[in-house]
């Protein structure tokens, strides 16, 4: 059921807002300790570079960070896409 203005009014007054806005909820992505499944790793290509053991991408935007997208030391970062992996088999015509 989609919430209505009087749910955005108790809302607001329980968290002591002084407007109606509806409050948003900010969700955030840190950093992880290690290279994400099919990230690039070192060597990175410039202008990407390694950090945690996988290439990322720093971009213009500051805090909260675009979908998709990492926060790291004040900045955002996105993740460099590794190789694809070629087959390793070639399939045989009949």
Request: glycine share 10%; proline share 13%.
């Amino acid at each position: 059921m989609p919430a209505t203005v009087g749910d955005v009014v108790m809302a607001n007054m329980i968290a002591g807002a002084s407007t109606l806005r509806a409050q948003t909820i900010e969700r955030r992505l840190s950093m992880p300790d290690g290279p994400l499944e099919g990230q690039a790793k070192p060597p990175c290509q410039s202008p990407s570079r390694e950090i945690n053991g996988g290439c990322w991408l720093e971009l213009k935007d500051s805090p909260p960070c675009p979908k998709n997208s990492v926060e790291h030391k004040g900045g955002c970062y996105a993740p460099v896409q590794g190789a694809k992996k070629q087959p390793a088999s070639i399939r045989r015509q009949p």
